[in-house]
């Protein structure tokens, strides 16, 4: 169990300072889903994805309870799905979408093609589907990685996806264009960001969090405005420090609870529209 004081400071930030959980996802690794039958590969995916995730958002939801600290969504995020699927891979969003409905989380992401050097067919296939599958389902996310320091940006891509994201936005734009909110175009993406993917480095399944603190440090800010920078610098780092501490507390609590290793806590910094939190 957390000490007091911990929990109490998480409370003074979440009350004063906008800090919240903004996600807890669990990672899992469909790399054994994968099978020539699309069919027996989507059963495959829904029976691991119902079986791993069984107790996910109930343990976020007494955790919440618990400790009074909101959490935003509960996800789930797998294996990129052209890595496992070398034909049709529409079938297998529905199967995902399917899943994330049965565990009752707010989005699963893994939706996505790696394809930062060049594309696969499976690549090819998964990323002109987008549109339909983000029109087509309720809380499946997608993501392409387009780029990375070491192979440089892919440019064919890069255009790609900008004839995607129109044609996701036109088929999506009785909801305001709601399908763009679920796609991400990444460069450099990470094998362990909560929500995005579950990367092949990963073990078999994780628990990661994600947390959302920008009007901690702006609050922390303030409070140095006029300083030396070494001073402002050092204010940063320790405000950093106490609201990842906040994140490892729900995840190692999750961990626990779920018997599933503890993975990476994720800090953001992204403005929200909440006044004071930017």
Do not use: W
């Not at 039958?37 to 995916?45: A, M, N, S, Y």
């Not at 618990?66 to 699927?85: A, D, H, Q």
């Not at 699963?108 to 983000?134: C, F, N, Q, W």
């Not at 405005?225 to 507390?249: C, H, M, N, S, Y």
């Amino acid at each position: 169990m957390p000490s007091l004081q911990k929990v109490i400071d998480a409370i003074d930030m979440i009350d004063k300072q906008h800090l919240d959980i903004r996600t807890i996802t669990m990672g899992i690794s469909l790399l054994d889903c994968a099978s020539e039958d699309v069919g027996r590969c989507c059963e495959k995916i829904y029976d691991k994805i119902c079986h791993k995730a069984e107790n996910l958002v109930q343990t976020g939801e007494s955790i919440e309870r618990e400790f009074g600290i909101p959490i935003v969504n509960k996800r789930i995020s797998v294996t990129p799905v052209s890595l496992i699927c070398q034909g049709d891979p529409r079938p297998i969003a529905k199967a995902l979408d399917r899943a994330a409905k049965e565990m009752g989380v707010n989005f699963l992401g893994g939706y996505s093609a790696l394809m930062h050097k060049g594309a696969t067919l499976a690549d090819e296939r998964l990323l002109v589907s987008i549109p339909e599958v983000l029109s087509t389902t309720e809380r499946l996310c997608s993501s392409v990685n387009v780029g990375s320091t070491r192979a440089g940006i892919n440019m064919n891509a890069v255009r790609e996806m900008g004839e995607i994201i129109k044609k996701t936005a036109a088929l999506t734009a009785d909801t305001d264009g709601l399908g763009c909110a679920k796609l991400v175009v990444f460069c450099n993406a990470v094998e362990d960001n909560p929500g995005a993917f579950c990367g092949v480095g990963e073990p078999e399944c994780a628990i990661n969090v994600g947390v959302s603190g920008p009007g901690v440090v702006k609050r922390a800010l303030e409070s140095v405005k006029g300083q030396p920078f070494d001073v402002v610098a050092e204010t940063i780092k320790k405000t950093a420090f106490k609201i990842t501490r906040v994140g490892q507390l729900v995840a190692q609590e999750a961990s626990q609870r779920l018997n599933i290793p503890f993975g990476i806590v994720d800090l953001s910094l992204a403005p929200t529209p909440a006044r004071g939190d930017s």
